[in-house]
Structures are given as C-alpha cells and as structure tokens.
C-alpha cells in the first residue's frame, strides 16, 4: 500500500466520467511510471505493479503519464484511458507516425539558458507542440546567474505569448523548487524539454530530490531497469509528478498546425479577413496578414518564423499521410494475396 489517493497521482474527474458503472466496482486505475519491453509499470493507491497489456495493445500505444483500467487481481491492463493531453513529436526523419511522448501532462517547462543557446524560433517550435497537446508552456530560462544582463532574454521571451510565464532562474540554487511550485502542486504533472546543457537534469533532480524520491516511487529500481523509452514519472515532494522526457531535445514539428495558430495569434487571428482563402501572405491583393505588416502592428520576423514552421509542419504532415497511405495499401496488398492463396 501507499499512502497515495487518486487524486494525488493526478486523477480527477476527466478520468472518472470514463468509467463504466461496472467498472467503478471491478477495475483499479493505475497510472504508467515507465514502459517496458513487453509490460508497463503502474502505480497506484495500492502500490507499484508491472501489468501486461491487452492484446491488440502494444507497448507503443501507451506512454507514461496515461492512466490505464487493471484488472483487480491478475496483472494485466482491461483498457487504457483517453487522455487530457498528449505529447507528441514529429518523427525524425519524418517517414511514419508521430511519436508520443508524454501522457496527461500539466505543464511544459520549455528550458533554454540566458546564453547562447537561446533561439526565439526554436522556442516558437516547442511552443507549437505544447499548444497543439492543450499543455501550459512555461519558459525557464536557466544560468540566468551568469549573464550579464538576464532581464533582456526574460524580455524576448515574454514577445512570444500573450499569458506567456517566462521565468530566469539559477538551476543550481536552492529555491528551484520554490520557484516552480506554483506548477508542482498535489496531482499536477510536468516536463521539461530543451537543448542539450541547459539544465534540465538538474532541474528535475532539485524538483524530485534526487535519487531518493526515485526510490520511493519503485523499491525495486524504475531507473536501473531497462524501459523502451527511458521515460518515467517521479514523484515531486510538493505533491506533484515529473515525467523525465530524455528524448525531448530536438523536435520536429508535424500534424499540429493549430499548435502554431495558438502560437503566433497576432498573425493567425488575421488570415480569416484575406480575401483568399488559400493565402500564402507572400503578395496576394487583400492580404490582412500583409497589410498589418505593413502597419507596423505585427513583426516581420516573427512572420517570417510563422510562415517558416508553417511550411515545416505541411511537409511533415504530407509525408506522414503518405506513409500512412503506403501502410494501407501494403496491407490490402497483403490481406489479398491471403485470400487468393486459400482458394
Ligand atoms: N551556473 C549555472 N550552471 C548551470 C545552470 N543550469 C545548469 N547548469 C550546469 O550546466 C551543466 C549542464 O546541466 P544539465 O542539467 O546536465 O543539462 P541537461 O539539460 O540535463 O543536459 P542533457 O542531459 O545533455 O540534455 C551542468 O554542469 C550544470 O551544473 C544554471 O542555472 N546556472
Ligand atoms: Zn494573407
């Protein structure tokens, strides 16, 4: 047993108003902290149990952080849940689906440094997908405690979102964990994505407490044992849950074309009022787009950028229903050539 309730591990009544009546009586909710090779590692308020999935169910059809439906004494998932949000990236070489990444997040602390490192477009690019999976983004920009001036890159930041929380901090500090409580409270879940370097580590070990707080979630070592995606949910001692994403650090933008509306709204909200609906803000007659430029109420870079993504995420987007298209037709192909070989 833990001393976990539903709602500390994140439940609520998005999950609950998915039950069955039968099911309030005969399942046990459990939420993922890590997946394997063949099985996935749950936590509930009854303790920590590796369940195996249904058939039909691969291990690529969950991601930690989702909540699943157990079976109230064999080790198995009935079913998974549908999910609050899902994270999801564009496939590196941007051939077949996308990648799922996290489950029922909260929060996205998107991390770059007061250094060189920091790079609007690339913000702009994680702010898209967190916008696209209905996740809150948080900018945290980390050693703000050796730059000259950190006010100045709080201010860049701050341009790229309206209700945008930007914060400067000093990862290796003692208040990281006061900083972000506002984020890490009882049932709230968070990650964090960013570049090689810029702290993530060592914000997510000042959030968790380390290896300890490891422990306490798996006796039996979450970390040690192999996973197929190296993900995992940490308990925060504040009340509320990291999911390690070592995967996030470069994305590729795909399928989330709403996620770069929400992004840049100051151009988006403009192109229902362009004569054509097809658009392109290049040098169409009637462009609102344009004539804001123009104006001066919307910036040529952020355009630029906008357009840029949008270009990025229709190739992305087109190659995936191509691949998609391929898979189907192979599989007809297959299904076919079964039935004529058993006449
Ligand atoms: N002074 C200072 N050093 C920092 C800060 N954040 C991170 N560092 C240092 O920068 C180095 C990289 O930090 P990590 O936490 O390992 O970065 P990461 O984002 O996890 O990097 P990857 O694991 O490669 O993705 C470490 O030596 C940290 O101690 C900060 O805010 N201030
Ligand atoms: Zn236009």
Known sequence: ????????????????????????????????????????????????????????????????????????????????????????????????????????????????????????????????????????????LTKADQAEDPDSFVDQARTLGRELEVIALNAKADDVTETLAHWCGKGQTVALAGSSGVGKTTIANALTGGAAATQAIREDDAR?????????????PSGGWLIDTPGMRGLGVAEVSAGIDATFPEISELTDQCKFRDCAHESEPGCAVLAALEAGEITADRLHRYKKLKREDAHATETIAQARDRQKKFGKMVKSAMTKKKR
């Open 1 to 140: 047993m833990t001393e976990l309730t539903l709602s500390d591990l994140g439940w609520s009544n998005f999950f609950n108003s998915q039950l069955e009546l039968d099911e309030l009586e005969s399942t046990e909710p459990a939420r993922i902290t890590a997946v394997h090779r063949s099985a996935v590692a749950t936590l509930s308020p009854s303790g920590t149990r590796d369940l195996v999935l249904p058939q039909g169910m691969s291990t690529g059809d969950v991601a930690v952080g989702d909540w699943v439906l157990a079976h109230p004494s064999e080790h198995r998932v009935l079913r998974r849940l549908a999910r609050q949000t899902s994270l999801q990236r564009g496939t590196e070489y941007h051939t077949t689906d996308r990648q799922l990444i996290a489950a029922n997040l909260d929060t996205l602390f998107i991390t770059t440094s007061c250094n060189a490192d920091f790079n609007v477009a690339r913000l702009e690019r994680y702010l898209a997908l967190a916008h696209d999976a209905d996740v809150t983004p948080v900018i945290l």
């Open 224 to 236: 040690g044992r192999h996973t197929t995606t190296g993900r995992s949910l940490h308990r925060i």
